[in-house]
């Protein structure tokens, strides 16, 4: 089983911060790595697929990067509706999620 | 714009089985070549996948739930199934079923999603 580990487990940052949150795979999963955002009592909600796609109408400020075991998700510009829990997603292997990160208001 | 609705008991018995359903709209499941999915969320944690189905009956199953899991599909009504047999307390979540992304695949992304369904393990 592919093991996905995620950090920070909660990160405190302000309106207009650059965060990173960092996601680390057991072994490689080439680029096959999704980042999703849940919202209380909400279905998580697609970001990114591929490592660094951006998927359609989701805004610029969210961007990923890496490859391998190594992944990270950006928010260049925290805006206040960004506040919520991001969990990232292997997809080589079937299916494994991070344990999340709650991105909350400092 | 496809729209998945689980639907199911919010309450269920120890040592029970747990059923639920998944209504898809907004498209066909057996004119699309993709696989659907459910995914479990306990209370304050984390997401984990619980098993995948195309509508041709071929399915896999996360294999730490493979030995009490059945996902079934029905065609004829758009609908996906999950059964999980003699659960426990620590089988209380919500219940996703979610569309994977990419055609013919069973390991991809998920990119429509139901709401979610309560289902909590108590006598």
């Known amino acids: 089983d592919i093991q996905m580990t995620q950090f920070p487990s909660t990160l405190s940052a302000s309106v207009g911060d650059r965060v990173t949150i960092t996601c680390r795979a057991s072994?490689?999963?080439?680029?096959?790595l999704a980042w999703y955002q849940q919202k209380p009592g909400k279905a998580p909600k697609l970001l990114i697929y591929k490592a660094s796609s951006l998927e359609s109408g989701v805004p610029a400020r969210f961007s990923g990067s890496g490859s391998g075991t190594e992944f990270t998700l950006t928010i260049s510009s925290l805006q206040p509706d960004d506040f919520a829990t991001y969990y990232c997603q292997q997809y080589h292997s079937f299916s494994t999620f991070g344990q999340g990160t709650k991105v909350e208001i400092k | 714009q496809l729209q998945l609705q689980e639907s199911g008991p919010g309450l269920v018995k120890p040592s029970e089985t747990l059923s639920l359903t998944c209504t898809v709209s907004?498209?066909?499941?057996?004119?699309?070549?993709?696989?659907w999915g459910w995914i479990r969320q306990p209370p304050g944690k984390g997401l984990e996948w619980i098993g995948s189905?195309?509508?041709?009956?071929?399915?896999y199953y996360n294999p730490s739930l493979k030995s009490r899991v059945t996902i079934s599909v029905d065609t004829s009504k758009n609908q996906l199934f999950l059964k999980l047999s003699s659960v426990t307390a620590t089988d209380t979540a919500v219940f996703y079923c979610?569309?994977?992304?990419?055609?013919?695949?069973?390991?991809?992304?998920?990119?429509?999603w139901g709401q979610g369904t309560l289902v909590t393990v108590s006598s």
């Open positions: 907004g498209g066909s499941i057996s004119s699309s070549d993709y696989y």
């Open positions: 979610a569309r994977l992304a990419t055609k013919y695949s069973y390991s991809s992304y998920f990119d429509y």
């Open positions: 072994q490689s999963i080439s680029s096959w």
């Open positions: 189905i195309h509508y041709s009956g071929s399915t």
